[in-house]
């Protein structure tokens, strides 16, 4: 484990596992910046942006996987409507 997630607490740890295996994401996608954010309050939940790829790719109408790169289009397409 490298020193950044040491520093995490373990729901913050927690929660960033989880965006990160709710998609295939590239293995590079977060190295520049966390999909987490720490509020004012200190409450750590998951950045707008990545919540709404969330909630684009999640969307009943989608189609559970796809090898089609018009996926992505539709995905955000999906996030610009939000």
Not at 14 to 39: E, G, H, R, T, Y
Not at 66 to 76: C, F, K, L, Y
Request: hydrophobic share 50%; glycine share 2%.
């Amino acid at each position: 484990m490298d020193e950044d997630l040491q520093k995490l607490n373990a729901e913050s740890f927690a929660l960033l596992q989880v965006v990160k295996i709710m998609l295939l994401w590239s293995d590079l996608v977060f190295q520049n910046q966390s999909p987490l954010v720490v509020l004012d309050t200190g409450v750590t939940t998951v950045r707008p942006e990545i919540v709404a790829v969330l909630k684009a790719a999640y969307d009943p109408i989608m189609p559970p996987q796809s090898n089609d790169p018009s996926h992505a289009m539709r995905i955000e397409a999906r996030i610009r409507v939000c």
